[in-house]
């Protein structure tokens, strides 16, 4: 069926990141993570910039990920997994701070990850977190950020898998290049 305006449905522009979950989640690991990584390592540790550039790389990725994916789904997977993969790397950062120093990384049965789990569910604001975490001990701030990070694990693995369905079901570029002008031409011959 023809439409007023072909260009409609053709390459919608994306780029609506700040109403994600997972952005905002990632916005609060970030503020979390400078705070951390400022507060608790040495003056000149080289972990604070990779610590910092890694909570960075895991938002700013899917900014990126989300405005390319108007015209690309291979660079909107591409940039969301580098956004994943950065995510991970910072969690293993915040495991080996707490192994290192003989910290505790709590587990799901502990009573403090249910209510940090429950707290982080609602809470998707930086400001809900900068405040309260520089009255906690390292311990406690790195827990919070460990929670949030599997958060954001779960959620941007969902998305992942909806982006790669619409690949499946819409095609790339090239696909959708070919159909506009396939359609146009149809409709105005």
């Not at 993570?33 to 000149?44: C, E, Q």
């Not at 950062?93 to 789990?117: H, I, N, V």
Request: proline fraction near 3%; glycine fraction near 6%.
């Amino acid at each position: 069926m023809p439409t007023n305006n072909p260009t409609a449905d053709f390459l919608p522009l994306q780029g609506h990141y700040e109403d994600l979950v997972v952005y905002q989640i990632a916005q609060c690991i970030y503020a979390i993570t400078y705070h951390f990584a400022h507060t608790y390592l040495d003056k000149g540790d080289r972990t604070i910039d990779q610590m910092v550039q890694a909570a960075r790389s895991g938002k700013q990725n899917i900014a990126e990920g989300s405005v390319d994916g108007s015209t690309s789904k291979e660079m909107e997977l591409k940039l969301l997994n580098v956004a994943r993969g950065s995510i991970h790397e910072l969690k293993a950062d915040y495991e080996d701070y707490l192994l290192t120093r003989g910290l505790q990384k709590w587990t799901k049965e502990d009573e403090r990850y249910q209510k940090t789990r429950r707290y982080c569910l609602h809470h998707n604001h930086p400001d809900d977190y900068v405040g309260p975490i520089q009255q906690r001990t390292a311990e406690t701030t790195a827990n919070i950020a460990l929670t949030l990070i599997h958060q954001y694990d779960v959620l941007i693995v969902r998305i992942i898998e909806a982006s790669k369905k619409r690949f499946l079901t819409e095609g790339g570029i090239k696909e959708q290049l070919f159909r506009a002008r396939k359609e146009y031409r149809d409709n105005h011959q």
